[in-house]
């Protein structure tokens, strides 16, 4: 051992960062941690992955019976409007639970974060993968869905992981802002729930962005929320219906656009960077 | 060992490896600072932070660490000992990437894996094997790296019957052996160990103790922070005392003990309350002991000698005084005791009168704290009885057995035997 270290030349420690120790280490945790967190949630409890699914269907199941029944304006215009609210529905559970799951990963994971040696950006980073893993799950029962409420696959359907991956690129953005900040203000796990949940709303989930045909500049200003642009896409990707317009056509145009892309952008710009900048100073500040 | 060196004397030309100090180096340290700002008043809120956005700006600062350098060779097992607060934990955190230094540089060669505490990072949910796989990972390994090493690691665990357990089942020796056998099977080529020694029961004990020697001899480089300095002397083949974040000693582990256990008495032990009597006619104005150069001090080295001088003053004439002490135990057992008669040869013992009483013992006791108790009394009612008037500690490096440690000489004499 000893003839091979003396090859072993000094190299500088530049303390605690958001990627420490290179790469390919931050990905082999990363990995190893969000599997091992889902297969504890999975295989953990008696019902495991029933519980993960249970939640956005008894939401799907209340959203459904509200707008069909009670709020009909909403659902009519839709074709397959079940199917849509279950999409979205599903996609927006992951984004919340990610997101929600992210704020307290860093302060709950204190031991690891003082102690040890530690990528930082790997703790919420792994909430979001574990959450990932529960959407492919969920994906299978929308799958389902889809095709037993008549639609018909489409070519347009292998764009749908590039919908899910900006999906997955604005949870990690959110993450890792919110987990950085409650690091600092533990108010933030409260803010978030309720932005979340006016998120929810101001997301053309539960009813069609086209309710708002008659008020345009509406319209144009809910195409600013990043997830609408999202949300939108993936209906006309995955439903293919006649009458629901593109992202494009529901913001009026490219340019339309521009405020969401910026917005995007900027929030994942800001996570990254508000995330690197506090990181060396997490273990101080516990 | 032995085949290494000789490798190394081949290719490289090098001393025997014995001669650390032409070895390379392992940790370079450069003038490291590090400060920690604590708020006087903690603004934990984002609401908070709204409405009194300049609230809680106000901090003071501690400084942990202040100008430490410091170079460690390879294959070289380093103690750092210090008291509480001396800065010795920021200086761990810091070489293991914990902490960011304010300023000043770490250089380190090669893979390090630090050891803070045992087992933080094992998830209770999990079962050994998982959290061997996860630690390994932690720790810098590659998951197959670790996969490959994993039946070892809980073999040498002594943990086989339980590697699907999950860990929430486990008792807390079974859960620090897993550690420690992760820690040992890291293979890192420098090791940062936190006050992890005493560990398990007396056989595992023994099993990690080898396990160091063999460390040492492998030529790993280990940095062992302790307030243990049986450790440090039986392992270190040099340590570094800190004291408010500098470096107070650096050198042989045995000296550094001493100046540690030096600090640590000097300034710790504060007096514990005498009851000074002034009832009956006589009272104690001042109690104290000293050390052979006549310092006031309360922390002795073993054998050293005790010093020490009692006032009494007089409120009624008395015929004879006697005047006794006992020092006993923290556990209240009497070790010896000794006084003195003091009579009308000694001078009058008029009302106003002081008594000034001196005395020089040879100190026979074992390493820890003593109580000394003191009586005044004369045949006509006058006496006192001043209970813990002093206390001291008497220290030494080496832990005795019993409650007094005489000095000693002795031999043996070997004869006989056949060739």
């Known amino acids: 051992m000893s003839a091979d270290t003396t090859a072993l030349e000094l190299q500088e420690v530049k303390g605690p960062s958001a990627l420490g120790g290179g790469p390919r280490r931050f990905f082999d945790l990363l990995w190893l941690i969000s599997v091992t967190e889902f297969k504890r949630v999975y295989f953990g409890t008696v019902l495991g992955y029933l519980w993960s699914l249970i939640r956005p269907l008894m939401l799907f199941g209340v959203l459904l019976f509200v707008f069909t029944h009670v709020l009909r304006a909403a659902s009519t215009e839709v074709e397959h409007y079940p199917v849509m609210l279950l999409m979205g529905v599903v996609l927006y559970t992951f984004f919340q639970e990610a997101t929600t799951n992210a704020v307290t990963s860093v302060v709950a994971q204190e031991g690891v974060v003082r102690k040890t040696q530690f990528p930082r950006l790997v703790i919420p980073a792994a909430t979001v993968v574990t959450s990932f893993f529960n959407l492919v799950l969920n994906l299978v029962i929308v799958l389902a869905f889809v095709l037993a409420f008549g639609v018909t696959p489409a070519w347009t359907w292998f764009l749908f992981p590039v919908a899910v991956a900006f999906l997955f690129i604005g949870a990690t953005g959110v993450a890792m802002a919110l987990s950085a900040l409650y690091v600092s203000f533990r108010d933030t796990a409260i803010i978030w729930i309720v932005l979340s949940q006016m998120l929810l709303y101001l997301t053309p989930i539960l009813y069609p962005i086209t309710i708002f045909k008659e008020e345009e500049t509406l319209q144009h200003l809910l195409m600013f929320n990043p997830l609408a642009v999202i949300f939108e896409q993936v209906r006309v990707w995955v439903l293919h219906e006649p009458n629901a317009p593109t992202a494009v056509q529901a913001a009026g145009g490219w340019l339309g656009l521009l405020p969401a892309a910026v917005i995007f952008v900027g929030v994942c710009c800001f996570g990254a960077w508000f995330f690197n900048r506090a990181a060396p100073r997490i273990a101080e500040a516990l | ?419």
């Not at chain 2, 998830?123 to 996860?134: D, G, I, K, S, W």
């Not at chain 2, 008395?318 to 010896?336: C, K, Q, R, S, Y």
């Not at chain 2, 106003?352 to 009394?377: K, M, S």
């Open chain 2, 1 to 419: 060992m032995m085949s290494s060196t000789s490798l190394d004397n081949l290719h490289v030309g090098q001393a025997p490896a014995t001669a650390t100090s032409e070895r390379p180096t392992a940790i370079q340290v450069e003038d490291l600072h590090k400060s920690f700002h604590i708020p006087t008043h903690r603004v934990d809120s984002l609401k908070e932070r709204v409405v009194h956005p300049f609230a809680g700006r106000e901090y003071r600062e501690l400084h942990a660490l202040d100008g430490v350098s410091f170079e460690i060779k390879q294959g070289e097992f380093f103690g750092i000992v210090g008291r509480n607060g001396s800065g010795k934990s920021t200086l761990l955190k810091l070489l293991a990437s914990i902490y960011r230094a304010d300023s000043g540089r770490i250089r380190i060669a090669g893979r390090l894996a630090p050891f803070i505490e045992l087992g933080v990072g094992f998830n209770q949910e999990l079962t050994a094997r998982e959290n061997v796989l996860l630690n390994g990972v932690m720790m810098g390994l590659t998951p197959k790296e670790v996969r490959e090493r994993q039946d070892s690691v809980i073999d040498f665990a002594e943990l086989h019957d339980f590697a699907d357990l999950k860990l929430k089942n486990f008792s807390s020796g079974m859960l620090v052996r897993l550690a420690f056998s992760v820690m040992l099977e890291a293979d890192a080529d420098v090791l940062l160990i936190d006050e992890v020694l005493a560990v398990g029961d007396a056989s595992f004990q023994q099993k990690c103790a080898d396990a160091f020697h063999q460390m040492k001899t492998e030529g790993k480089t280990i940095v062992l922070v302790t307030h243990e300095m049986a450790s440090v002397e039986a392992y270190c083949h040099r340590a570094m005392l800190l004291a408010d974040g500098q470096i107070q000693y650096i050198g042989d582990p045995a000296e550094a003990g001493r100046e540690y256990l030096k600090l640590n008495f000097e300034a710790g032990v504060e007096e514990a309350p005498g009851e000074q009597g002034e009832s009956r006619g006589v009272r104690m104005l001042d109690s104290r002991l000293e050390n052979a150069g006549g310092e006031k001090v309360n922390a002795f080295e073993l054998g050293e000698m005790l010093r020490l001088r009692v006032d009494l003053e007089l409120f009624r004439e008395v015929p004879t005084l006697n005047v006794g002490f006992l020092i006993a135990n923290a556990d209240g057992v009497g070790m010896f005791q000794f006084g003195i008669i003091v009579g009308p040869e000694d001078g009058d013992l008029r009302a106003g009168g002081r008594v000034n009483v001196d005395a020089e013992i040879q100190n026979p006791l074992a390493t820890g704290r003593y109580f000394i108790h003191c009586g005044v009394q004369a045949d006509n009612g006058v006496s006192i009885y001043v209970q813990n008037a002093l206390s001291f500690v008497v220290f030494g490096t080496q832990h005795t057995q019993g409650v007094i440690s005489p000095e000693f000489e002795i031999k043996a004499d070997v004869e006989g035997g056949e060739a």
